[in-house]
């Protein structure tokens, strides 16, 4: 298994420990879950937002007694892609890529790792979905701002003003509902997100809500009213900010940009590292310092160092001061990515041309996750009486 990449988020993980330390002891179980697309390889970007703060989860489970871990689980939410044309042969390429990146990062360690899986593998995750249909209002969804930004992008629009419902599918309308039916499965307590899915947890928290007063069961006592199946899950915001794109520093680091040199992929040789960095758009300003708002490109390179180097922003900018500061940031910029890629990207190759292990990884993830999951739904039915 590869080294893990080092840490992004110092600030990500105290969170989650300050989750922990803050149940008197003994202390409750947690069940983490979160997802990602099947979009293939990620970029720097993906990583330093979500995937670091997976892996330092996985790193502080490790550490507690190994009869009383808390759970993980961590998707490649295959079922999501769909609500946008797809090609298969790409799609089956993209989804074997990812779940190898998954298992190159370390996040199935076998003490104390989590569960990794195909959503797509689990037909519970479609099945709580419908259940959870049926208890959401439509406009709530219409008044979600995911499905018009991502209709503006499909059809390369100006501006969302262009966008109009007669355009929706309902896959694209209704799965901010299947994100919540991939939370609610599996009883999670924290959900690690980042600030651009918040307004989808809240409503997975309140389709909770309204499903346990819709269907509350029995008491255990056999008298009166039970609570209903799901607990409510905590939002656990990534506190990284968001990774600019390398050629445009006012945008975010995205797969769908043109340009080649906007983004940094995981599996980004030395030379491929070097270049793009070398070739980032700052600005004409002598030496370096600590300002995003009127140095956004320098901000950037600042922000992706201090996630691979672990050193604070401020004492980078200080640090690259004077008439070379920019260059020679640009340099041990890159030189810390790759020094913190370098192992994954060999156990990326590794896992990925094993075809057998890796078929062998899907299928004991799906097992594992299905086993959870059908759990859930055992209440589920029970309570709405389709047991």
Same mark, same amino acid.
């Given at each position: 298994?590869?080294?893990?990449?080092?840490?992004?988020?110092?600030?990500?993980?105290?969170?989650?420990?300050?989750?922990?330390s803050? #149940?008197?002891?003994?202390?409750?179980?947690?069940?983490?879950?979160?997802?990602? @697309?099947?979009? /293939?390889?990620?970029?720097?970007?993906?990583?330093?937002?979500?995937?670091?703060?997976?892996?330092?989860?996985?790193s502080?489970? !490790? @550490?507690?007694?190994?009869?009383?871990?808390?759970?993980?689980?961590?998707s490649?939410?295959?079922?999501?892609?769909?609500?946008?044309? *797809?090609?298969? !042969?790409?799609?089956?390429?993209?989804?074997?890529?990812?779940?190898?990146v998954?298992?190159?990062?370390?996040?199935?360690?076998?003490?104390?790792?989590?569960?990794?899986?195909h959503?797509?593998?689990?037909p519970?995750?479609?099945?709580?979905?419908?259940?959870?249909?049926?208890?959401?209002?439509?406009?709530?969804l219409?008044?979600?701002?995911?499905?018009?930004? !991502?209709?503006? %992008?499909?059809r390369?629009?100006?501006?969302?003003?262009?966008?109009?419902?007669?355009?929706? *599918?309902?896959?694209?309308?209704?799965?901010?509902?299947?994100?919540?039916?991939?939370?609610?499965?599996?009883?999670?307590?924290h959900?690690?997100?980042?600030?651009?899915?918040?307004?989808? =947890? &809240?409503?997975?928290?309140?389709?909770?809500?309204?499903?346990?007063?819709?269907?509350?069961?029995?008491?255990?006592?056999?008298k009166?009213? /039970?609570?209903?199946?799901?607990?409510?899950? &905590?939002?656990?915001? %990534?506190?990284?900010?968001?990774?600019?794109?390398?050629?445009?520093?006012?945008?975010?680091?995205?797969?769908?940009?043109?340009?080649?040199?906007?983004?940094?992929?995981?599996?980004?040789?030395?030379?491929?590292?070097?270049?793009?960095?070398?070739s980032?758009?700052? +600005?004409?300003?002598?030496?370096?310092?600590?300002?995003?708002?009127?140095?956004?490109g320098?901000?950037?390179?600042?922000?992706i160092?201090a996630?691979?180097?672990?050193?604070?922003v &401020?004492?980078?900018?200080?640090?690259?001061?004077?008439?070379?500061?920019?260059?020679? =940031?640009? +340099?041990?910029?890159?030189?810390?990515?790759?020094?913190?890629?370098?192992?994954?990207?060999?156990?990326?190759?590794? #896992?990925? !041309?094993? *075809?057998?292990?890796?078929?062998?990884?899907?299928?004991?993830?799906?097992?594992?996750?299905? &086993?959870?999951?059908?759990?859930?739904?055992?209440?589920?039915?029970?309570?709405?009486?389709?047991?």
């Amino acid at each position: 298994m590869a080294t893990p990449v080092a840490s992004t988020s110092k600030l990500a993980v105290n969170t989650f420990k300050r989750a922990a330390s803050s #149940v008197a002891t003994p202390r409750k179980h947690r069940v983490v879950f979160s997802g990602i @697309q099947p979009t /293939g390889v990620p970029h720097i970007g993906n990583h330093l937002g979500a995937l670091s703060q997976w892996q330092k989860i996985v790193s502080e489970v !490790k @550490q507690q007694p190994p009869d009383s871990r808390d759970s993980l689980f961590f998707s490649v939410v295959g079922l999501h892609a769909l609500t946008v044309p *797809q090609d298969p !042969k790409r799609l089956r390429q993209e989804r074997r890529d990812m779940f190898a990146v998954l298992l190159a990062l370390g996040l199935d360690d076998p003490t104390g790792g989590a569960v990794v899986f195909h959503q797509d593998q689990v037909p519970e995750h479609a099945e709580l979905a419908w259940y959870l249909n049926c208890v959401t209002p439509v406009n709530r969804l219409m008044r979600m701002t995911s499905w018009k930004s !991502k209709l503006a %992008t499909i059809r390369n629009a100006n501006s969302e003003d262009e966008i109009d419902d007669s355009m929706l *599918q309902l896959g694209l309308l209704a799965y901010p509902v299947l994100q919540a039916a991939d939370v609610l499965l599996y009883n999670t307590t924290h959900v690690p997100v980042g600030h651009d899915q918040s307004q989808h =947890l &809240e409503l997975a928290r309140d389709l909770a809500q309204s499903f346990n007063r819709a269907y509350p069961g029995v008491h255990k006592s056999e008298k009166g009213k /039970g609570k209903g199946v799901f607990r409510i899950p &905590e939002v656990v915001l %990534t506190t990284h900010p968001r990774i600019p794109s390398l050629r445009n520093p006012l945008a975010k680091m995205s797969k769908s940009d043109p340009a080649v040199a906007s983004k940094i992929y995981l599996t980004d040789t030395r030379a491929e590292i070097q270049s793009k960095i070398k070739s980032a758009v700052t +600005d004409s300003i002598e030496g370096v310092t600590w300002d995003p708002e009127n140095r956004p490109g320098v901000a950037g390179l600042l922000q992706i160092h201090a996630g691979y180097s672990g050193v604070a922003v &401020e004492e980078l900018a200080l640090k690259f001061q004077g008439q070379r500061g920019i260059r020679d =940031l640009k +340099d041990s910029c890159a030189e810390a990515v790759d020094a913190s890629l370098s192992g994954f990207r060999v156990e990326f190759e590794r #896992v990925r !041309k094993e *075809q057998g292990y890796l078929k062998e990884r899907e299928r004991e993830g799906a097992r594992r996750a299905r &086993e959870a999951a059908q759990v859930v739904m055992g209440k589920v039915k029970e309570v709405v009486g389709t047991d």
